[in-house]
């Protein structure tokens, strides 16, 4: 079956030959993956992680292939110290795991900390032919095999905070709602363009999202979400529809979003990413949400992969084929990038499990 | 409760700083005493939007503008405080874990806990295992805190509590720990006197542990 054949049933809530599935990698572990699998990958990719090539993605056999447009892209862009287009400074953070060292690009300089400077603020032009050039590429060398995702993830909140600050922008939300609401349409305005233009050039699906919840709840109130976030994200959602309707739409948040996940699906979502389990019931959201919504993600990046045995993967991946992927509507893979504290036998088993298993039967 | 201490509980829980630094000044102005104003006006604010935390009225915005006006009200009654000699419930030092640059979790602890009436000693992001033993030897501090978000740097919690036994110190000090990856197995497994799964729960246990 086709790579793309098999995302499409899956999204259709129908049983493909096996679950599709999307992983990504810190550099690091990818480099770890590419010395283990003798891939000599070059095209480099993947927002936030920057440890993702094409061609390590199809030696997995994975089904689902990004090209990203965005803020996201921002992360992991140097070694050290760097502003990006958008003016927003970030430095490296190293850290050590039983397996390497490794590091973070983290976020430490905000254009925006004083909020006068908004008026004259310049973002960066979301219609420059270059920007689009990868796309093109994967749409023509892969669209025939596998599902094209384009990407423009902390489409509104996250590159808000980023240029603001976080807790200024928290503070925002709750005394400058005004403030707030001009700090989210500078991203909102160039990522929407640039999924406009993703989706006119024809990928299968784009991905946009924001964190918008903590381990347990979410960050900002479910009001405050409706009232600033989410008129945006219809809008997105509804631009892209009608420019394609069969394009589909995938939200990313981190952790617990339970409240407004029937919002999400009254303006037309598509899929959900990532179904943190230590911050979401998968079951649960199978059963309330299961006919009107997918699900990508679900493998445990807190505990189960860094943490558990080979076991503990397969089990989970097992138990998610039974829950989450009942009857489709599930494209496996961990809920964040696979990072160098996953020991390489889990991080096989999690591929293994999910490449070589059947559907249950019920 | 007085009018005047009233005003200042409400503008903390609406998170107004120029309302909790006029109702700290009024209620200096009327005579009251820095301890009740410390306890009724400011500690009881607090404690209510925490409990509206733990009941999901509030969110982190809310009790991050709550927790700034406390603050700055604060700075205006701490050298009352300390000239009529009333005591803190303790002194924490605070900090992310060494290699961890996520702080907004852990800023929210120490507001709430200052909220508390708690000292801090704030010792910031990154904060590596000999900075908490020198926090520990020369403020002689009560509790320490510290978090991590990160499950590659959670690890270096155990490392901080080793550094601690290794200074001879761990029977003088309480330490609580929190963050997304963290859990209340960890925190046995580690040996830390206590998990909380937030900054309001963070209260409840520090108040438990001192």
Redesign the interface.
Same mark, same amino acid.
């Given at each position: 079956m086709k790579h793309r054949d098999r995302v499409l049933m899956a999204l259709n809530h129908e049983i493909p030959d096996r679950c599709p599935m999307q992983v990504s990698f810190t550099p690091e572990f990818a480099s770890l993956i590419t010395k283990e699998l003798l891939i000599a990958g070059d095209s480099l990719h993947n927002p936030h992680g920057g440890g993702n090539t094409y061609e390590l993605e199809r030696a997995l056999d994975q089904d689902l292939l990004l090209t990203s447009v965005g803020w996201a892209n921002s992360y992991y862009q140097e070694a050290d110290s760097y502003i990006d287009e958008w003016g927003i400074g970030w430095k490296s953070a190293q850290y050590s795991t039983p397996y390497g060292v490794g590091r973070y690009t983290e976020i430490d300089q905000h254009p925006l900390a004083d909020e006068r400077l908004i008026d004259s603020y310049q973002a960066p032009d979301p219609n420059r032919p270059e920007l689009y050039h990868e796309a093109e590429w994967v749409l023509r060398t892969f669209k025939d095999e596998y599902w094209i995702v384009g990407v423009t993830v902390t489409t509104m909140f996250e590159c808000a905070w980023g240029l603001r600050g976080y807790e200024r922008m928290l503070s925002d939300f709750a005394l400058n709602p005004e403030l707030a609401q001009r700090l989210l349409d500078i991203p909102y305005r160039y990522h929407l363009a640039a999924a406009k233009k993703l989706t006119q050039m024809g990928v299968d699906m784009i991905w946009i999202g924001d964190d918008v919840g903590g381990q347990n709840s979410m960050i900002i109130s479910p009001t405050m979400w409706r009232k600033f976030l989410k008129p945006l994200v219809a809008n997105f959602i509804a631009e892209l529809k009608s420019i394609n309707p069969q394009v589909k739409v995938a939200y990313h948040s981190d952790g617990s979003i339970y409240p407004i996940i029937p919002d999400l699906i009254e303006i037309g979502l598509d899929v959900l990413n990532p179904i943190q389990p230590a911050s979401m019931d998968p079951l649960r959201l199978k059963q309330d949400f299961g006919d009107k919504l997918c699900f990508w993600g679900s493998i445990d990046e807190q505990h189960t992969l860094p943490f558990g045995s080979t076991a503990d993967v397969q089990s989970e991946v097992q138990t998610r084929l039974k829950t989450l992927g009942k009857n489709g509507g599930l494209i496996l893979g961990p809920t964040h990038h696979v990072q160098l504290d996953t020991p390489m036998e889990n991080f096989r088993a999690m591929i293994d499990t999910i490449t070589h298993s059947h559907y249950p039967t019920y | 409760m007085n009018e005047i201490i009233a005003t200042l509980y409400n503008a903390i829980m609406e998170?107004d700083v120029t309302g909790a630094q006029n109702g700290v000044k009024a209620a200096l102005d009327a005579g009251l005493e820095p301890g009740s104003i410390l306890a009724d006006g400011m500690i009881a604010a607090m404690k209510e939007v925490g409990r509206l935390f733990e009941e999901?009225d509030?969110?982190?915005?809310?009790m !991050?503008?709550a927790a700034?006006a406390m603050q700055s009200g604060l700075a205006i009654l701490k050298p009352h405080l300390v000239s009529s000699n009333v005591k803190a419930a303790g002194k924490v030092a605070i900090g992310t874990i060494k290699? *961890? !640059?996520?702080d907004?979790g852990k800023?929210l602890v120490a507001l709430m806990l200052e909220g508390a009436g708690f000292e801090i000693i704030d010792l910031g992001v *990154?904060v590596a295992p000999d900075k908490f033993v020198n926090a520990i030897t020369t403020n002689g501090v009560d509790i320490v805190a510290f978090s991590a978000l !990160?499950?590659?740097?959670m690890?270096n919690m155990k490392n901080t509590i080793e550094a601690i036994k290794k200074a001879g110190l761990r029977d003088k000090v309480k330490i609580m720990i929190g963050g997304?990856?963290v859990t209340q197995a960890y925190a046995d497994q580690i040996g830390a006197d206590g998990f909380a799964? *937030?900054a309001s729960r963070a209260v409840s246990l520090a108040m438990s542990l001192v």
């Open positions: - | 998170g999901g509030y969110f982190v915005p809310e !991050l503008i700034r290699g *961890d !640059l996520h907004i800023n *990154d !990160l499950t590659t740097t690890p997304a990856p799964s *937030d």
